[in-house]
């Protein structure tokens, strides 16, 4: 397809322009109007590849879950909100009996909100509540945990999304295991996982102690940072620096879970338990839910210290059983899923990275993959540029795709895409790259 940018289109963006207040988009004038499977369509009715599943949420694909609109469609003839954290009710509590059982044994205790941002905030409150006498947290540089204004002290994903908003909580930054741009100039795995020793021989010798520190947040695979892949021994030895000193360990799952790297958690991957999940996205099946889920043994929080409205609402329950209903008949499906059509892509991307100058890194875990575009190989300097130019020939040619971090675009199709679609993705993303390849 060669897009237009209609009158309507026009008219819808100028409206947007007046009205709402500014916040993150793409360099390309999608207008969303519905989706069916693997596609999502404009208002003028124009067709795209869908290889952003709306920013992870739509993991199972585009509505393809019929089961998810009839649930919230019976939900709202009956009840849509109960104020839960007030009252009582069956519904999600039948949901999170449910969501536990994908969880790791000893896992009991589960708090709902509407977001990752809220998951993120309720677990920044317990890690003080179930760590008392802790005051500090740790968190990555690179990492995103939401903004507002606690999980915003834990963000360090671009200087845009904290500045003109410090001085924050009490959270100290440490490098994260991003080894295309190793923090600390070292090549793995040579490099002994220093950047995980850095923790301990750094901040927890110098900066604070260990016994102040209440938790440590991780994003299993980093997100808006950059769909960053961390090797599995840096995983594991933070994991076993945060158990030796009594840090609560936390893992934000928000995009990273819900089968987007073929396991229902991210941190299965590395061979290691959290002591908090945090949730959000995809759970909901296109209706906005956050899961912060606890170890039982850590306990319960003290009436009335944490609390919210709509977390919990029967409309979003509804959603989210549904969803996990899909998921748990057809776990085995979507993990090999995308485990396959992960290692398709990543294998043409990799064919992609020997042709291309601009192509400095392809990394990912299942269906959860980066490509990070650069100016040259050489010097790796960002190809913001390149990245702006690529998306916006892919969009021109029917393929929707969202960016990362400074130069980096992540490829996250529905679980559910069908490989004749994928290549077809793949083949007008290819087709980008050889051109903005080219004007070099």
Known sequence: MSFKVSKRIKDILERDRRVLINTTREPYPFVADHGDGDFAYDVDGNKFIDFTSFISVYNIGVNANKQVRNAIKKQADKLSHASFTDFHGELPVAFAERLLTMFPKGFGRVFFSNSGTEANEAALKMSRIFNKGRMYNLAFFNAFHGRSMGSLSLTAAKTVQRQNFGPFSNAIHVPFAYCYRCPLKLEYPSCGIACADYIKEQPLSHEVAPQEVAAIFMEPVQGEGGYIVPPKEFVQKVRKMAAENGILFVADEVQSGYMRTGKFLALDNFGVDA???TMAKAIGGGVPIGATVTRTSLGDLPA???????????????????????????????????????????KRLNQMKERYEIIGDVRGIGLMIGVELVKSKRTKAYGVEEREQVMLKCFNSGLLLLGCGPSSIRLIPPITMSKENIEKALDIFERAVREVNGKR
Do not use: C, P
């Not at 609402?313 to 998921?327: C, M, P, Q, R, T």
């Open 275 to 277: 002591d908090i999940y």
């Open 304 to 346: 009335g210290a944490h609390s919210n409205t709509f977390g919990g609402n029967f409309l979003a329950i509804a959603a989210a059983s549904a969803s996990l209903d899909y998921v748990i008949k057809n776990r085995r499906m979507l993990e090999q899923a995308a485990k396959e059509k992960g290692a398709m892509i990543m």
